[in-house]
């Protein structure tokens, strides 16, 4: 029966999995995708001084996804500010797939009484934003330790207030028509290229 509701529809290898799914009780959404099992005896684990701090970063899903890059670019920890979910979230469990249980994280209220502790630990803060005074990712040499990268809201990016306690803001060079990526991306090709000019 369910071959021959596929004959009659288009699209019909993803109806059938469709259908196939919902027949088995399984739905494979985007996040189980592409997972290795044997994960932890694949690589000898390498430390990295840099932590992130999401301020009011409110999708669940992106907090996920953005413990996930911290994990698998081995960040010492995630601070979790203002309205940021937190992996108490069955959501952020979910695109986490674990990672939440594998680095350190810790909540505070408010980022900017954090930020100034972190500043009197001697810690080197750098904001992800656009801004005037911006400097492209690519154009960075010196990576200081330990570092803190703040990455904020999806809609209104990080507050005036926090971007003038930062020591550097950071860009993406962007050459569309929009001028900012989803923030779970932005981390990712952040700690990509800085893990990158760390190793070489």
């Not at 494979?28 to 994960?39: G, I, S, W």
């Not at 930062?166 to 090709?189: F, H, R, T, W």
Request: hydrophobic share 40%.
């Amino acid at each position: 029966k369910e071959f021959i509701k596929i004959k009659a529809t288009d699209y019909q290898f993803q109806v059938y999995l469709m259908n196939l799914e919902r027949f088995l009780g399984q739905s494979k959404k985007d996040y189980a995708f592409l997972v290795q099992t044997q994960d932890i005896e694949i690589k000898e684990k390498k430390d990295f001084p840099i932590a992130c701090l999401l301020d009011s970063v409110r999708s669940a899903h992106n907090v996920g996804a953005m413990f996930r890059n911290a994990e698998c670019f081995n960040c010492n920890e995630v601070y979790l500010t203002g309205l940021s979910a937190t992996p108490n979230s069955v959501h952020v469990q979910k695109t986490a797939m674990g990672c939440d249980q594998n680095i350190q994280w810790s909540y505070y209220k408010s980022a900017i009484e954090l930020i100034k502790k972190l500043k009197q630990e001697k810690k080197h803060i750098w904001a992800i934003e656009t801004s005037a005074r911006s400097l492209n990712i690519n154009e960075i040499q010196n990576i200081p330790s330990p570092l803190v990268l703040i990455f904020g809201h999806e809609q209104h990016g990080i507050s005036q207030e926090l971007l003038e306690l930062c020591d550097e803001i950071i860009s993406i060079p962007m050459y569309g028509s929009k001028n900012s990526l989803n923030v779970s991306v932005s981390q990712a090709i952040i700690l990509n290229q800085l893990v990158s000019k760390i190793n070489s």
